[in-house]
């Protein structure tokens, strides 16, 4: 189950800034943690629950800046949504941030609300992205429990072949595709074979960004 509340990281280093953001959230009914550097932020452990990041562009001393930190997290398979502050103008900052899928980049000084509509932007994102990845989760479950032939009939029906296509690749009849067919969308509860595309799609886009991401960090 995926939790209701939220937590909101807030990363930068002017402590007024923080605090300010972090009393915000706390008022929203948010969670909050509060770090001075990127250094600090990539110690902490995430909460299992939907979240928002965020995170200023520059950082004093050696500290990874706001867009390494985006990159680094990226490249680590962590899927955060991130609200960029900053304090200076810099366009090719900002665009390379929302490239990389950066929810927001707001200027400071900011409204009140402008970061509060952006961190709600964010974890909507996230509780979606979550959402969906528990049903690939089950899906992939039920499609193990498949036997050898249904999973062959659900990749095929995945490519728009229908029962007669099916039967003549799998060389049986097609009352035997049909029987297969309808077993395997009963198992998978699927109701049309729009629905068994996006699954499919869905499953190779997940092992995709696992692939990606390489093996779990600890």
């Given at each position: 189950?995926?939790?209701?509340?939220?937590?909101?990281?807030?990363?930068?280093?002017?402590?007024?800034?923080?605090?300010?953001?972090?009393?915000?959230?706390?008022?929203?009914?948010?969670?909050?943690?509060?770090?001075?550097?990127?250094?600090?932020?990539?110690?902490?452990?995430?909460?299992?629950?939907?979240?928002?990041?965020?995170?200023?562009?520059?950082?004093?001393?050696?500290?990874?800046?706001?867009?390494?930190?985006?990159?680094?997290?990226?490249?680590?398979?962590?899927?955060?949504?991130?609200?960029?502050i900053s304090g200076h103008s810099d366009v090719r900052?900002?665009?390379?941030?929302?490239?990389?899928?950066?929810?927001?980049?707001?200027?400071?000084?900011?409204?009140?609300?402008?970061?509060?509509?952006?961190?709600?932007?964010?974890?909507?994102?996230?509780?979606?992205?979550?959402?969906?990845?528990?049903?690939?989760?089950?899906?992939?479950?039920?499609?193990?429990?498949?036997?050898?032939?249904?999973?062959?009939?659900?990749?095929?029906?995945?490519?728009?072949?229908?029962?007669?296509?099916?039967?003549?690749?799998?060389?049986?009849?097609?009352?035997?595709?049909?029987?297969?067919?309808?077993?395997?969308?009963?198992?998978?509860?699927?109701?049309?074979?729009?629905?068994?595309?996006?699954?499919?799609?869905?499953?190779?886009?997940?092992?995709?960004?696992?692939?990606?991401?390489?093996?779990?960090?600890?």
């Amino acid at each position: 189950m995926i939790s209701n509340q939220a937590t909101v990281y807030v990363v930068d280093d002017e402590i007024e800034v923080r605090n300010a953001i972090g009393n915000l959230c706390e008022e929203t009914g948010h969670q909050v943690r509060l770090f001075a550097s990127t250094d600090e932020f990539l110690e902490e452990e995430l909460s299992v629950g939907p979240s928002c990041l965020v995170l200023d562009v520059r950082f004093p001393g050696t500290s990874p800046t706001g867009l390494e930190l985006q990159r680094r997290l990226a490249e680590t398979g962590v899927s955060i949504p991130i609200v960029f502050i900053s304090g200076h103008s810099d366009v090719r900052v900002s665009v390379e941030a929302m490239k990389r899928g950066a929810v927001e980049f707001l200027p400071k000084p900011f409204r009140e609300q402008e970061i509060l509509d952006a961190i709600r932007h964010g974890i909507e994102r996230d509780r979606k992205r979550m959402h969906r990845e528990d049903a690939v989760r089950d899906a992939r479950q039920r499609v193990e429990a498949l036997t050898a032939r249904e999973r062959e009939i659900l990749l095929l029906m995945a490519e728009g072949l229908v029962a007669k296509q099916i039967a003549a690749r799998l060389g049986v009849s097609e009352v035997t595709a049909k029987v297969h067919r309808a077993r395997m969308m009963r198992k998978l509860e699927l109701r049309s074979p729009i629905e068994v595309v996006r699954l499919v799609d869905n499953m190779e886009r997940d092992a995709a960004t696992r692939a990606a991401a390489g093996p779990p960090h600890s």
